[in-house]
């Protein structure tokens, strides 16, 4: 699906408003169709500025199933950054992890039986268009999936993450993490300024 909530005129995906009926919300930041994984979901506008803006350094961190191996220089080059689009990556955290096991995904991804696949962990504090995919590609291991499965407050709590919600399955944020959320805007400096307007947020997967 989309990560918006209108379709897209000869789109072949669907939006969020198939799966959720709730008026004034939309993505603080936003999936690419064909990755997976969480979304904040809000009707607080400071709120997505503040969780997309790269200079607050808001970490998201993926599970990536890549073609190919992992080497240590290939870990070490996603670390230090990457030129992308003319322009080099933020410094990311990055290393190998074991097969997670999840359930196929619908579409199944390509497979190559000649050659191996393994999985990555990498965390970012910067959002930019299919930053993950062409940081891997970058390095020779191009991305078979991508599952977003945390994005850090920055709060000194557990990130806001997936555990819990089933593919497709959404919930409202508890009084908790609401409250999580109002005392970042109402951090003294930076882009995000003032007194919140308390919304509703959710968490969708």
Not at 71 to 94: D, H, K, W
Not at 113 to 141: D, F, K
Request: with cysteine; charged share 30%.
């Amino acid at each position: 699906m989309l990560s918006q909530f209108s379709p897209e005129a000869g789109s072949r995906w669907g939006c969020l408003a198939d799966w959720i009926d709730r008026p004034g919300v939309y993505a603080a930041g936003r999936l690419d169709a064909d990755s997976e994984g969480l979304l904040l979901l809000t009707s607080e506008g400071r709120l997505q500025q503040r969780l997309t803006d790269p200079r607050w350094g808001h970490r998201r961190s993926y599970w990536v199933q890549v073609e190919g191996l992992v080497a240590p220089p290939a870990l070490e080059t996603l670390r230090r950054g990457v030129e992308i689009q003319g322009r080099r990556t933020l410094p990311a955290e990055a290393d190998a992890m074991a097969d997670p096991e999840l359930p196929e995904r619908d579409p199944p991804i390509r497979r190559r039986l000649s050659v191996p696949t393994s999985w990555l962990e990498i965390h970012l504090r910067e959002g930019r268009n299919r930053q993950v995919r062409r940081m891997t590609a970058a390095v020779g291991l191009p991305t078979l999936r991508l599952l977003r499965i945390a994005i850090d407050l920055l709060d000194g709590a557990p990130p806001l993450s997936l555990h819990g919600l089933a593919p497709g399955q959404w919930r409202e944020l508890c009084s908790a993490e609401e409250e999580r959320v109002a005392r970042l805007l109402r951090h003294p400096a930076g882009p995000a300024r003032g007194r919140p307007r308390r919304g509703i947020s959710q968490a969708l997967r």
